[in-house]
């Protein structure tokens, strides 16, 4: 449905007198199949957003190709628009509009007849429970409520592909599951779904796959299932407070069962290690032969954000 | 034919939301009223005219062209607001005119302005200025040009700069000289010659004199069809490159 090849950008930034080139998407491959959910993760700056906006027609390519639901991208952008829906992460309703108003403009926008638009209209207030508010102001609604007009009006022309830039960002739980089986509906109707998330709970819950970016490139990509398998052993999640977690890992880190070890900002440590039952018991006679105070030990499976450790050298919450 | 489609389509969501909240309109017309209430009364012993009517026939055309230029160049407020809110992103992602984006907005101005321009000019009658019908239709073309030519520049400066704190600072200085060099409150007439010598180039000095010269029912003068001419190619100039910046793909 989606497939680039080398597709990257370049921005000229001013620092002073200085003008300084920085590549913000540097070659990107992506093949995302029909009707998947398709998770885009990365740091702030890694480049997703410039991906995301130039696959939505919004940014020129400085290079590359692209071909999306059969369009072009660079020879015939006005075919690709057609094509796809994008639901911007900011927001895009006027709050003097009411979400019918911008339901039947943004169908029309699309040159749809006038008919239709309001029938299209009614049919998608239905669709995401708005029909009690359509007719209100869009400034009176929550945060979950103006989400979903968003994405009503982001597959208002029956898009073959909706790009999605952090649907669930600022939502309440409960919203964010509730949109969590929205996305999944999309899909149900048979549409692509690419979207960005920071929430690794979210790609893992919701995608079918996902791609990791960073520094411009991709450093991952393939279902959770496979990336998690591909770390292979153990996480051990050590509780300890905050003094005791440097000199914890001062012992523990030249540890030849230690594959790697990460410190958690709000005291304790993960330790990447090939056998978790084998090495629990090694690093509890350290920690107690020192004389620290254990408050927890959890051994785990590796999470998405252990894959998203490996691959990028930090932990998606720090960046 | 798409884009009179599309530019139809903006334009009457625009209108809607200007006529849900109409108070804009009165708070615009405002200024304009104040002056002719308040100011417009001196000009009569001040020019030396041997009527009020006649001090109204000078000063009433003046007001329409200031009232077309200020309510045109600061346009671009609302669009920044609306770059805010995602809307302008929404429409760039749908196949719609990027022309119709801009004409919509900039048409909706116009009638807008016209609205106005009319306000004042049946309150000037009460003060007994008297003009012709087809010399008034006349010069409200050339409002509406001028009004379609500063809202486009606006919108087009609106979407470089999209902030309203660069935005302020540079309409006003663009806006004042431009407004004393077209003899708008007082006719350049009285002005040194260097003075006309500057004016000249102001293209606005020139719609001034057009207009003045139409409510004088002086339809023939050649600043009537100058003022309109070049007035014309302006709008059409600022109109091409807004349109260009509503195309250029912004980060």
């Given at each position: 449905m989606i497939e680039t090849r080398g597709l990257r950008k370049s921005f000229r930034s001013r620092a002073g007198r200085e003008t300084k080139t920085v590549e913000a998407v540097r070659g990107v491959d992506l093949d995302v199949p029909a009707s998947e959910i398709f998770g885009f993760l990365g740091p702030n700056g890694a480049g997703k957003t410039t991906t995301l906006r130039m696959l939505a027609t919004l940014i020129e390519p400085d290079g590359g190709q692209a071909t999306i639901a059969g369009a072009d991208l660079l020879k015939d952008p006005g075919e690709v628009r057609r094509r796809i829906g994008y639901v911007a992460q900011g927001g895009s309703t006027w709050d003097e509009s009411t979400a019918r108003e911008e339901l039947v403009l943004q169908a029309r926008m699309y040159g749809i007849g006038k008919t239709e638009a309001h029938r299209r209209a009614a049919r998608a207030l239905e669709a995401f429970q708005l029909t009690e508010f359509a007719d209100r102001k869009c400034k009176t609604y929550s945060g979950g409520q103006r989400r979903r007009v968003e994405i009503a009006l982001g597959i208002i022309h029956e898009p073959k592909i909706v790009f999605l830039d952090e649907p669930t960002t600022g939502l309440d739980p409960q919203s964010r599951a509730h949109m969590w089986d929205e996305i999944r509906r999309l899909r149900a109707d048979g549409m692509t779904v690419f979207i960005t998330t920071h929430y690794l709970d979210e790609a893992d819950a919701l995608c079918d796959r996902i791609a990791i970016m960073d520094h411009g490139e991709l450093v991952a990509e393939g279902t959770p299932t496979d990336l998690k398998r591909e770390i292979s052993g153990d996480v051990v999640q050590v509780g300890l407070d905050v003094v005791a977690t440097g000199e914890a890992e001062k012992l523990l880190d030249g540890e030849e069962y230690v594959n790697r070890l990460e410190t958690l900002e709000e005291g304790g440590l993960r330790l990447f290690v090939d056998d978790g039952a084998t090495a629990i018991p090694r690093i509890l006679r350290r920690i107690d032969g020192a004389g620290l105070d254990l408050k927890s030990i959890e051994l785990h499976r590796p999470s998405l954000d252990d894959v998203f450790l490996t691959k990028t050298g930090r932990s998606l919450r720090e960046s | 034919m798409k884009l009179a489609r599309d530019t139809w389509l903006i334009f009457q969501r625009q209108l809607h939301l200007l006529l849900r909240n109409p108070v804009w309109v009165f708070v615009g017309v405002f200024q304009p009223v104040m002056y002719l209430l308040l100011?417009?009364?001196?000009l009569k012993p001040a020019l030396g005219a041997p009527t009020q009517a006649e001090a109204y026939k000078i000063f009433v055309p003046g007001l329409l062209v200031l009232l077309a230029i200020f309510g045109g160049l600061f346009q671009g407020f609302g669009l920044i607001a609306e770059l805010r809110a995602g809307v302008i992103e929404r429409s760039r992602v749908t196949p719609v005119s990027r022309l119709a984006l801009l004409l919509g907005r900039s048409l909706r101005d116009v009638v807008s302005l016209l609205a106005q321009a009319v306000i004042i000019t049946l309150l000037a009658l009460l003060f007994d200025l008297r003009v012709f019908i087809g010399d008034l239709l006349l010069a409200f073309l050339m409002l509406a040009l001028i009004a379609l030519m500063t809202s486009a520049v606006s919108y087009g400066v609106a979407l470089k700069v999209k902030s309203e704190d660069a935005l302020a600072p540079l309409m006003n200085t663009v806006a004042q000289p431009v407004l004393l060099l077209s003899g708008i409150l007082l006719p350049l007439a009285f002005a040194p010659g260097w003075l006309q010598g500057v004016a000249k180039w102001n293209p606005f000095s020139w719609a001034v004199d057009g207009t003045r010269a139409l409510f004088n029912g002086d339809i023939g003068n050649d600043r009537v069809w100058q003022g309109l001419t070049i007035i014309a190619v302006l709008a059409a100039a600022g109109v091409y490159w807004a349109a260009r910046q509503f195309a250029r793909s912004v980060r």
């Open positions: - | 100011f417009a009364p001196l």
